[in-house]
Each structure stands twice: as structure tokens, then as C-alpha cells.
């Protein structure tokens, strides 16, 4: 598919030319915000967000190709050039991106890694953060939505331990509370319902946020 990418090489410090797709710079879309959702699943995130925003760049990233490809359906579907999908294995993500080219990176309803031994797997661990700063802005952010209680309590734990700065912390996005509290872009950000959150909603389970930034 023309906006799926697998394992691609040269590509760190070029992500927003290549969606663009042109080599041949300058052009003022190359200098626009470049979002990063990790743990994309069927990408249905990564697509809402791009057609909210199409002043912006999305790329979804995950390993599951047989997931991601409903996502690189609908964004096919809806003609959609500002967005695409990177498969590969989040360890290696610092391959595939330069230092300080991505604006924010989103998190969403990531594996939990219950046992303690799977830790380093968990995305929002102090082992990802290592990788996530070295490929975000000096104000890059990180965000992470989960049903997980276990998961965001230790995210919370782990970011401020790591040295982040906690801008947003909600239990419960979708509690009317907080749906008159969020600014303009939480709006938009948290009512883009992905795949699994629909199915935990029906539930009733609530949806915890946490938003962090590198000082």
C-alpha cells in the first residue's frame, strides 16, 4: 500500500518530506507538527487525527501488519496525504527517526505487560522514555490513554521519576467533568475513539489519560 512503510531505510530526519511525497524540498508543508502514535493497532487514531488536522503529519507505528492494514484502508479510502504507517518493532524506533523530529508522541491502549519481568516491554517504561527523548523536540510530549489502572498509575509513577513534568493527569476522559474541562485540542485528541476503546466504553470501563513533557 503507497502509505505503508515496512522496515524502511534512509528515512530518519526525512518522515516529513516522504509523506509529502516529494524529494524535492523546500516546501512549507515539510516544516509541519509531526505526531508519532505508537502501539497503532488498526490505526483508526492516527486516521481521525489526520483528518481533524490536516495542517499536521501522523504516522501510526506498530508490528502488526494485519491490524494497521484496516487503518491504511480507510486513510486510502478517504484520500488522505498527510498521514501513513511505519511497521516495525517499537524497540528499534530511534532507527527510524532523527534527533528532535518528532513534535509529540501518543500512546494508546498499549499491551500492559502485567508481569513485573515484562516491565522494559511496557511503552511507557523508562526504557521507551530513553528512546522517545532522543527522538522528540527539547518540548517534545508524550501521551498515554489506557483502560489499564495498573498501567497508568505506573506510567504517572515512572514519568514523574524519570524527570517529566505531568501536564494532565484524568482518570476518566469521557466523564462529563472533564469533557467541559479539556482545551481545544483535548477535544479533538480524546474524542477520536480507537478500536479498543470503543469496546472498553461498552463496558463502562473508564478511560484514564496521562500527558507528560521533557523539561
Known sequence: MPRVWEHPEHCAGRWRVILACSD????????????????????????????????????????KGARMWHGAKVLESKGLSNAGFLRTRLEQIESYFESGEVNEIWITFPDPQPRESREKKRLS??????RYRNILTPDGCLHLKTDNISLFEYTVE??????????????????????????????????????????????????????????
Open 158 to 215: 515512572a514519568w514523574q521519576a524519570e524527570g517529566l513534568h505531568i501536564e494532565r493527569c484524568i482518570r476518566d476522559v469521557h466523564s462529563p467533568e472533564h469533557v467541559a474541562q479539556r482545551n481545544p485540542y483535548e477535544q479533538d485528541a480524546l474524542s477520536v475513539i480507537t478500536t479498543y476503546e470503543s469496546r472498553y466504553m461498552v463496558q463502562n470501563l473508564p478511560i484514564h489519560y496521562v500527558k507528560g513533557r521533557f523539561l
Open 125 to 130: 517504561s523508562p526504557a521507551f522514555l530513553r
Open 24 to 63: 524535492s524540498p523546500p516546501n512549507p508543508a515539510v516544516h509541519q507538527k509531526l505526531t508519532l502514535e505508537l502501539g497503532c493497532g488498526t490505526g483508526l487514531w492516527t486516521v481521525g487525527m489526520a483528518e481533524k488536522f490536516n495542517d499536521g503529519w501522523w504516522i501510526g507505528a506498530d508490528i
